[in-house]
């Protein structure tokens, strides 16, 4: 007994001290800056940190999006995970990397869904000076909530309360102390990055309240290398491929389809996901106002995923094992639009790569 009492308390005595040593490591960055919100994350962070390393702010970055990441201040990565489960104590092996190489500033994407860890990664792990949410759509039901009140409530607990926010999301504004809206009025658009307008706006108007000239964040929008979420179509033989795994939201899936597809018929290549079955009943719902002429499913469970678009569409689909030659196979049906779907992990993005190193064209 004597034995477990003394264990515990070294365990207990080794956790403060080790949060200490957190704790002062923190402090000694100048700069650090987390980002959240429903779509965009990984796109702000790689911004924000190409903009400060361009200013001469040595920036260290860290995505957990399409590809999870340690962005470096000469815009090289590290695949941190190498396959290893997500968890929100990842930050202290990031925060240590950083330190040890001299980092000025840090911009990380916030990977917490549930309330829990969304007040943990601001309060405990970050204490950010900066909030940057991008958007509030309503996704991950279960964890983040139903409804867009829901959403912004649950996001809204990564606010640090000494954080200024920046957000086009004016929900957001009662929860902050200090709350600034981005105008977006801006006609730029760089082909490289695939950044929305808003997204380059939230970055433009953290550089103003930094005092870095509007340059700087052009000159990083320029070199950030794009989420591999963010190429817009691709163009192969004669298909015109979009991309549109990334957005797993209805709302957002409808708006592709309305401004891409434009009416004309097109197939589904759907990526399902086995721990979002919720994502799987809301988007084929949905996608009865649009409806495809055919789909292939990749992904988890592609038996039970095909059956339930069938019974949901009332359109035949099947499994795919290989999408690019399942696309290819398709010329017979004189249909050249394809629109992938449901989430842009695993074999998602292994088709994206796949279409890139074909050379394939995309936009």
């Known amino acids: ?111 917490a869904l549930n309330r829990k860890n969304q007040w943990l990664m601001a309060n405990v792990l970050i204490r950010q000076h900066y909030t940057i949410i991008t958007n509030a759509y309503v996704d991950h039901l279960e964890e983040i909530g139903w409804t867009k009140e829901e959403t912004i409530s649950t996001l809204a607990l990564s606010i640090y309360p000494k954080s200024k926010l920046i957000t086009t999301e004016k929900g957001f504004a009662k929860y902050a102390n200090i709350y600034m809206a981005p105008s977006v009025d801006l006609e730029y658009n760089n082909d490289a990055a695939r950044a929305t307008k808003e997204n380059i706006a939230l970055v433009k108007a953290l550089a103003r309240n930094l005092n870095i000239p509007e340059h700087y964040v052009l000159q990083g929008v320029n070199k950030v290398k794009p989420d591999i979420g963010l190429h817009d179509y691709f163009t192969l033989d004669d298909f015109c491929i979009h991309n549109a795994f990334a957005a797993n939201d209805p709302m957002s899936l409808l708006n592709i389809i309305d401004s891409r597809i434009n009416n004309e018929p097109y197939i589904l290549l759907y990526n399902h996901r086995s721990d979002r079955p919720l994502r799987l009943k809301l988007l084929a719902n949905a996608l009865n106002i649009a409806k495809p002429e055919f789909i292939g499913v990749i992904g988890d469970n592609k038996n039970y995923t095909s059956k339930y678009f069938e019974k949901i569409l009332k359109v035949k689909a099947e499994k795919v094992d290989n999408p690019l030659e399942w696309i290819l196979s398709k010329t017979d049906l004189n249909i050249r639009q394809v629109l992938c779907a449901g989430n842009i992990k695993n074999e998602a993005s292994t088709f994206i790569d796949e279409l890139i190193e074909r050379n394939a064209e995309y936009v």
Do not use: H
């Open 1 to 111: 007994m004597i034995i477990i009492i003394a264990i515990t308390i070294l365990a207990f005595i080794a956790a403060v001290i080790e949060r200490q040593l957190y704790d002062r490591a923190l402090n000694k960055i100048d700069l650090r800056i987390l980002v959240n919100g429903t779509r965009g994350k990984t796109s702000v962070t790689r911004l924000i940190a190409a903009s400060l390393n361009a200013y001469g702010i040595r920036t260290y970055a860290k995505t957990t999006g399409s590809e999870a990441r340690w962005v470096l201040p000469d815009g090289s990565e590290i695949d941190f995970r190498k396959g290893k489960p997500p968890t929100v104590l990842e930050q202290r092996s990031f925060l240590r990397m950083a330190r040890k190489n001299g980092t000025q500033a840090i911009v990380v994407e916030c990977m």
